[in-house]
Every structure is written in structure tokens, then in C-alpha cells.
């Protein structure tokens, strides 16, 4: 199974940026899809962006639309999460997911099924 790590987390204050990074052990033909979910206590993930791997093609969640940017460097398996205006409504557990049964990226948003997840890295934004 393909191990996820995720990094860059931390503590800002509203309107600061973070970049989250998502190393995979490997990109798979299983990985087209890789995404960020995002969850906060007593709720369930919900998911925040998405990238085919291999297109680069992307979608994001209404509430992170033009404020977070997915991409990545396959050469290093590598997954972000570019986060600007950063609000204290941002503040959660991110999580990076493999998406294990070739959804795409519009799909593979919206549910948590079928995702291999790494083991998340906090973020807290104050106001």
C-alpha cells in the first residue's frame, strides 16, 4: 500500500498562507486521482481540493475556490496544498488521500470512500 506523509502544517494568524506537502511512497496506476480532505472535531472529512496526477486537471471546494491552489511533482510524488487568506474557518486536520478506485476528481471530492489516507498535519488559524 502506498504510505502518505503530509507536512507544513502550523499556527497563523488570518490571512497568512501555509503550503502543505504530501510525499507518497510511490504513484501507482491506481493514484490518477490524489486529493485533500479536511476535518474538524465532531464533523466528518469533507474534501478540499483534488489533481489527476497525470492530466493535472483540479477541483476544489466551493469555500477554497481561488484561495488554495493543488499541484504537483511527480518527479517526486509529490502532492500540495497552496493555502492564501487563510481564515480561522480553515482551521482543521488535513489530510492527503490516494484515491483507490479511479475516480475522478470531481467525484473522488465529494466522499471519502475508496481513499488510502496519510495520517494528517494540523492547521490553526487565528483571527
Known amino acids: 500500500q502506498v504510505q502518505l506523509v503530509e507536512s507544513g502544517g502550523g499556527s497563523v494568524q488570518a490571512g497568512g498562507s501555509l503550503n502543505l506537502s504530501c510525499v507518497a511512497s510511490?504513484?501507482?496506476?491506481?493514484?490518477?486521482?490524489m486529493a485533500w480532505f479536511r476535518q474538524t472535531p465532531g464533523e466528518e472529512r469533507r474534501g478540499v481540493a483534488t489533481?489527476?496526477?497525470?492530466?493535472?486537471?483540479?477541483y476544489y471546494a466551493a469555500s477554497v475556490k481561488g484561495r488554495f491552489t493543488i499541484s504537483r511533482d511527480n518527479a517526486k510524488n509529490t502532492v500540495y496544498l497552496q493555502m492564501n487568506s487563510l481564515k480561522p474557518e480553515d482551521t482543521a486536520m488535513y489530510y492527503c488521500?490516494?484515491?483507490?478506485?479511479?475516480?475522478?476528481?470531481?467525484?473522488?471530492?465529494?466522499?471519502?470512500?475508496?481513499?488510502?489516507w496519510g495520517q494528517g498535519t494540523q492547521v490553526t488559524v487565528s483571527s
Open positions: 488521500a490516494e484515491d483507490t478506485c479511479r475516480f475522478g476528481v470531481v467525484r473522488s471530492l465529494g466522499t471519502s470512500e475508496c481513499k488510502n
Open positions: 489533481i489527476d496526477t497525470q492530466t493535472g486537471l483540479t
Open positions: 510511490q504513484f501507482t496506476y491506481t493514484s490518477n486521482t
